[in-house]
């Protein structure tokens, strides 16, 4: 009998990546999708399949912050595996809108947790809660690995760090299979494109074909640890088959500031970052990570999960994707109708 998995976000960055894997995994995948005025399915519409034709991939419309419908939804389709990956997942947005990424964030993932809590006293469901780097702030260690105690430092960061610590409860209160994967950031040519690496590579191609000509970032000191997404999302699943639940970092164990993923892709492009990077406080955080280093040990002992994508490949695969878009958008501009 193959297995039936929820993915909230799963028009996200990972989310897709995800359902990707699980139904190449011969998984029946629901996905909960946000009513919008425009089709927000860009990153699924290659594994969208008809709904007249028996599909492995289903989407819902629902809400993290409708716990009503999320229950009902969770009942219905009782899921093995629920991963909790929707979210406003956007640090600096966080501060403008701290209420609701707090709602998506936080309660969202406590409605996820009180749905499974039903369904758990039928069948056992195991959930997936996408815990964060970001926990750590104001970090008091380095590396950063499970034990090491959480500084958040934005109202992003707060509410991730009461969905962790709700996962936890959960777990011990009621005896159920709950997770949290402690994800360093990762990035792909999927990223959203007001995320620091994707508006770099976006940018440089842009550069390089003539249709821009500065690129304004903030601080260009802060410090990641980055791999790319399409590891991350086997990682979660492994988190998921281990014999009983825990919490894992997932990260590569290397950290570089935001100026050399800047030199790498321009780099990349025959082109010097400093020619074109000009800083605008606009995009500077009230207050900001400065250091983010994660130690994957425990992941790689007990999951077998290591990061195999290194950074000059991560900025090679998402510099030369954004050329090519790049070039189309150029090619589309030089284009004049002659009727
Ligand atoms: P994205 O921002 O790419 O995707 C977020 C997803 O959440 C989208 O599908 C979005 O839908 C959905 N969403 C937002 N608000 C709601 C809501 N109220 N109800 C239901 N769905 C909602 O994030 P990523 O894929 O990068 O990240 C996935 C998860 O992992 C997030 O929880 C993020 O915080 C966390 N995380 C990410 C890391 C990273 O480096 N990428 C690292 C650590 C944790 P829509 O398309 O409609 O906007
Ligand atoms: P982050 O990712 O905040 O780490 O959160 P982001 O790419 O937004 O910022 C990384 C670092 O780059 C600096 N920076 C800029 N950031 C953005 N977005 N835009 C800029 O112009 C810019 N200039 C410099 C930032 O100050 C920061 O230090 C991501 C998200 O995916 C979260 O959801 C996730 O939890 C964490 O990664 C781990």
């Given at each position: 009998?193959?297995k039936t998995a929820?993915?909230?976000?799963?028009?996200?960055?990972?989310?897709?990546?995800?359902?990707?894997?699980?139904?190449?995994?011969?998984?029946q995948?629901?996905?909960?999708?946000?009513?919008?005025?425009?089709?927000?399915?860009?990153?699924?519409?290659?594994?969208?399949?008809?709904?007249?034709?028996?599909?492995?991939?289903?989407?819902?419309?629902?809400?993290?912050?409708?716990?009503?419908?999320?229950?009902?939804?969770?009942?219905?389709?009782?899921p093995d595996?629920?991963?909790?990956?929707?979210?406003?997942?956007?640090?600096?947005?966080?501060?403008?809108?701290?209420?609701?990424?707090?709602?998506?964030?936080?309660?969202?993932?406590?409605?996820?947790?009180?749905?499974?809590?039903?369904?758990?006293?039928?069948?056992?469901?195991?959930?997936?809660?996408?815990?964060?780097?970001?926990?750590?702030?104001?970090?008091?260690?380095?590396?950063?690995?499970?034990?090491?105690?959480?500084?958040?430092?934005?109202?992003?960061?707060?509410?991730?760090?009461?969905?962790?610590?709700?996962?936890?409860?959960?777990?011990?209160?009621?005896?159920?299979?709950?997770?949290?994967?402690?994800?360093?950031?990762?990035?792909?040519?999927?990223?959203?494109?007001?995320?620091?690496?994707?508006?770099?590579?976006?940018?440089?191609?842009?550069?390089?074909?003539?249709?821009?000509?500065?690129?304004?970032?903030?601080?260009?000191?802060?410090?990641?640890?980055?791999?790319?997404?399409?590891?991350?999302?086997?990682?979660?699943?492994?988190?998921?088959?281990?014999?009983?639940?825990?919490?894992?970092?997932?990260?590569?164990?290397?950290?570089?500031?935001?100026?050399?993923?800047?030199?790498?892709?321009?780099?990349?492009?025959?082109?010097?970052?400093?020619?074109?990077?000009?800083?605008?406080?606009?995009?500077?955080?009230?207050?900001?990570?400065?250091?983010?280093?994660?130690?994957?040990?425990?992941?790689?002992?007990?999951?077998?999960?290591?990061?195999?994508?290194?950074?000059?490949?991560?900025?090679?695969?998402?510099?030369?994707?954004?050329?090519?878009?790049?070039?189309?958008?150029?090619?589309?501009?030089?284009?004049?109708?002659?009727?």
């Amino acid at each position: 009998m193959s297995k039936t998995a929820l993915i909230t976000g799963i028009t996200g960055q990972d989310g897709s990546y995800l359902a990707e894997l699980l139904l190449e995994k011969g998984y029946q995948v629901h996905g909960l999708v946000r009513r919008s005025s425009t089709f927000s399915t860009q990153r699924i519409e290659h594994i969208y399949q008809d709904v007249h034709e028996h599909p492995q991939l289903l989407l819902h419309y629902g809400d993290l912050t409708d716990g009503q419908a999320l229950t009902n939804l969770v009942l219905e389709i009782e899921p093995d595996e629920v991963y909790n990956l929707g979210a406003q997942s956007h640090v600096r947005v966080s501060f403008d809108q701290p209420v609701y990424t707090l709602q998506t964030v936080g309660v969202g993932a406590l409605n996820v947790l009180e749905a499974a809590r039903l369904l758990n006293t039928k069948k056992q469901v195991r959930v997936y809660q996408a815990s964060s780097s970001e926990m750590y702030g104001d970090v008091l260690a380095v590396p950063q690995c499970e034990t090491t105690p959480f500084n958040p430092q934005s109202p992003y960061a707060c509410a991730k760090v009461f969905a962790f610590h709700q996962t936890v409860n959960y777990r011990r209160s009621y005896d159920m299979f709950a997770s949290n994967g402690i994800l360093f950031n990762h990035e792909s040519e999927r990223r959203g494109e007001t995320f620091v690496t994707r508006k770099i590579t976006r940018a440089a191609g842009r550069i390089k074909v003539g249709l821009q000509h500065k690129l304004y970032l903030g601080n260009l000191d802060a410090k990641r640890d980055w791999g790319y997404a399409k590891d991350y999302v086997e990682g979660m699943w492994r988190i998921l088959q281990h014999s009983e639940p825990d919490d894992f970092v997932l990260a590569t164990g290397r950290t570089e500031t935001v100026r050399d993923f800047a030199k790498l892709v321009f780099a990349e492009l025959d082109l010097d970052y400093e020619d074109y990077v000009e800083i605008d406080p606009r995009y500077f955080r009230p207050a900001e990570v400065d250091l983010l280093l994660g130690d994957p040990s425990k992941a790689k002992h007990t999951l077998g999960w290591e990061a195999s994508t290194d950074l000059e490949e991560l900025a090679r695969i998402m510099t030369l994707h954004d050329l090519e878009i790049a070039k189309r958008e150029a090619h589309a501009k030089s284009f004049v109708p002659t009727k």
